[in-house]
């Protein structure tokens, strides 16, 4: 298994692009499932959660080619509808094959997922708006199975005790496109990776209004169709770039920055006193050029994670790292999983001084941070654990980089083009301070949160 090591002190500088986003690609490659035609996408990242996916939809009967970042897939076998608990279990974005399945194929097996990391992650809201629209659901030795004949309209509420479900809201959007006549769905999850799926779904030639609010209306339609999709650029990604220049006081030229969908992120960053300003203004501000400048000591500052549009719970780690060399105290409050504070433990081996409080986490600013071995549980967290190491003194090694290979694409190569000192290391190579941390797991498959 791999780590990174990584010498901090050295500012980034320089231009870097962003990628197309992981969690749009996921709901958009199950949308594949929903005809016999071929889809053909372009700017699918090259990552450990597209593989699974992908090995996936291989399962469930579709032929899929890559060609550098260029993806075509088309259903040509619609035989098996089993979503087995082997992929389920390393990836939980797998559910996101559920609603295409029902409605194309009038019935699907899928592994439930079980708990993640960072807590308890039910899809109730997923299974009462299939449920809304016809499914019979039940389960049966730890697989839900749903059955339907032809899908048909409703109304359907999706709201849940931490907002809307992003995932649930893809699922049923694109189930409701087969039904028989209208579907709205009411507190749908707002995310820009929804209107992303929208928008192929109606060059497949659905009829879906809205999506980007929190009410979205489909038209049911007999059948979709071929399309050519461009994913969009990750928002996660990209906040985590601009963070990583802030945090090394750098000077970051980064191309294909969704500002539009960062303008949460955006805001923090400029009360703290990170400089973030698109430097041609008559580019779309979804994927447009942005100059990302640090060159003072940083402010505190308290924010709340919250669904779209505010700020997102998947850059809450890395900012987190961010606070802790800002001058004074700072609050962050985490509202969509309560429990996503992995990083807390492994940020204070490095010398953050941090207290938490239930879901909130009070950020005492530190001089600075001392490298140290160091270890996540889940993507974000890894991230933020890399991004303290790239400005603390000394050497940090940060393990179980696998967790990172799902999210971003060679980060490390990203950050050493930046100016970054960041070499992947095998653990085995690693010996005063760290244990051989774990096997590799027996499935080649890697182990996913998303
Ligand atoms: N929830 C329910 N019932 C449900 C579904 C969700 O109560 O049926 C709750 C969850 O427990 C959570 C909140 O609703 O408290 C939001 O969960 P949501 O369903 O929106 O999460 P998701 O769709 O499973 C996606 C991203 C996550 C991201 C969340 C929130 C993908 C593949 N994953 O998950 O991304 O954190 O939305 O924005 O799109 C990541 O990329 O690191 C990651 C975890």
């Not at 996936?56 to 088309?74: F, H, N």
């Not at 992929?87 to 974005?93: D, L, Q, W, Y």
């Not at 059948?223 to 090394?248: F, N, Q």
Request: glycine share 10%; aromatic share 4%.
């Amino acid at each position: 298994m791999d780590a990174f090591s990584i010498h901090g002190g050295n500012r980034l500088t320089g231009k870097i692009s962003v990628d197309g986003s992981k969690n749009a690609t996921l709901p958009l490659l199950a949308a594949g499932l929903l005809t016999d035609e071929p889809l053909k996408f372009e700017c699918v990242p090259e990552l450990s959660d597209i593989a699974n996916m992908v090995h996936l939809l291989e399962e469930l009967g579709c032929t899929i080619k890559r060609e550098g970042d260029a993806l075509t897939l088309q259903t040509t076998d619609s035989s098996q509808s089993h979503a087995r608990y082997d992929i389920v279990r390393t990836m939980r974005a797998s559910v996101c094959v559920l609603g295409p399945l029902l409605a194309k194929r009038g019935e699907v097996r899928i592994s439930m997922p079980g708990g993640c990391s960072f807590g308890d992650r039910p899809i109730d809201l997923h299974l009462r708006g299939l449920e809304a629209l016809g499914a019979k659901i039940h389960l049966e030795g730890g697989d839900i199975i749903a059955k339907c004949n032809r899908l048909r309209g409703a109304t359907i509420f999706l709201g849940g005790p931490y907002g809307s479900t992003v995932l649930g809201t893809a699922n049923i959007m694109s189930a409701a496109t087969l039904a028989n006549g209208k579907t709205v769905i009411e507190s749908a999850a707002c995310e820009p990776e929804i209107a992303d799926l929208a928008k192929l779904l109606n060059a497949m030639g659905a009829k879906i209004t809205g999506a980007g609010t929190p009410r979205i209306t489909v038209e049911g339609v007999h059948e979709l169709g071929s399309a050519t999709h461009t994913v969009m650029p990750d928002r996660i990604v990209a906040g985590t770039w601009a963070i990583a220049t802030a945090i090394t006081k750098g000077d970051v030229l980064i191309d294909r920055f969704p500002l539009d969908h960062l303008l949460a992120v955006i805001d923090v960053l400029s009360t703290i006193g990170v400089h973030v300003h698109q430097t041609d203004l008559s580019q779309d501000p979804t994927s447009c050029s942005v100059q990302v400048v640090c060159d003072q000591n940083l402010s505190p500052v308290m924010f709340t994670t919250q669904p779209f549009p505010g700020f997102p719970t998947d850059l809450q780690a890395q900012m987190m790292a961010l606070l802790c060399i800002s001058n004074g105290n700072s609050i962050v409050t985490e509202k969509i999983y309560p429990e996503r504070f992995m990083h807390v433990p492994e940020l204070s081996r490095m010398g953050a001084r941090l207290v938490k409080h239930g879901s909130t986490v009070v950020i005492q600013g530190a001089d600075c941070l001392i490298g140290a071995p160091v270890m996540a549980s889940d993507l974000r967290a890894s991230a933020s654990l890399v991004i303290a190491g790239l400005a603390a003194e000394g050497e940090t090694i940060v393990s179980r980089v696998y967790h990172l290979d799902r999210g971003y694409a060679a980060m490390e190569k990203m950050l050493t083009q930046l100016g970054a000192s960041i070499t992947r290391i095998n653990d085995t190579q690693v010996v005063d301070g760290l244990p051989v941390i774990e096997t590799v797991p027996a499935n080649k498959l890697i182990q996913s949160d998303g």
